[in-house]
C-alpha cells in the first residue's frame, strides 16, 4: 500500500509499540492534511438555512403528491356511492376483488423502482410517476366492464408502487 493511499483511520490503527499515533499522510501535498472533501465547509447558520430552503421546496410538493396518491387510491369509494356498483353489474365479490387488486401489484411493485430510481433522478421518477397514475385515473373513466375496473386498477396500483419509496429516496 502506497503511503498516499493510506486513509486516517489507518494512522490510527498502525501505532507503535509506544503508543504513540503514527503521523498523518498529506494528499496532493495539501497544507490541510487528510480533510479533503469536495463539498464546501458550512457554518451551523449556513446549514441550517440550506436544510430550511430544501424543506420548504420539497414539502410542499410532496404533500400534494402525497394528498394526490391518497386520493386516486380511495376513489373508487366515491363511484361506488355514485352508482359504479349497478352501471357495471358488481354482483357478490366483485367489487371487493376490484378494490384489492390494486393492492397487489402495489405491494410486489415496490422493489424495482428502487432499483430504477437509482438510475433516473428523483426529480424526473416522481413526477414520470405522476403523470403515469394520472394517466390510469382518466383511463377509470372509461371503464364499461368489470374487467376494464380490474386491469385498470391494477395498472394504478403499477403506477403508484414507485412513489413512497422514490419520495424516501
Not at 90 to 96: H, I, Q, R, V
Request: glycine share 8%; with cysteine; charged share 15%.
Amino acid at each position: 500500500m502506497s503511503p498516499i493511499s493510506k486513509t486516517s483511520s489507518d494512522a490510527h490503527q498502525h501505532q507503535t509499540c509506544s503508543g504513540a499515533p503514527a503521523q498523518k499522510k498529506e494528499l496532493h501535498g495539501s497544507g490541510e492534511g487528510m480533510e479533503h472533501s469536495g463539498a464546501p465547509a458550512l457554518t451551523e447558520a449556513q446549514e441550517t438555512k440550506l436544510w430550511r430552503r430544501i424543506d420548504l421546496r420539497l414539502i410542499p410538493i410532496i404533500s400534494l403528491m402525497s394528498l394526490l396518491c391518497s386520493m386516486d387510491s380511495a376513489n373508487i369509494g366515491n363511484a361506488k356511492l355514485d352508482g359504479l356498483i349497478t352501471q357495471l353489474n358488481l354482483t357478490g365479490n366483485k367489487f371487493n376483488i376490484a378494490l384489492m387488486m390494486y393492492f397487489i401489484p402495489y405491494s410486489l411493485l415496490e422493489f424495482p423502482p428502487n432499483l430504477a430510481i437509482q438510475v433516473i433522478r428523483p426529480s424526473r421518477w416522481l413526477p414520470g410517476i405522476v403523470i403515469t397514475w394520472g394517466l390510469v385515473m382518466m383511463l377509470m373513466g372509461f371503464v364499461r366492464t368489470y374487467t376494464q375496473l380490474v386491469g385498470v386498477r391494477v395498472c394504478l396500483g403499477a403506477a403508484e408502487a414507485g412513489f413512497y419509496p422514490g419520495v424516501a429516496y
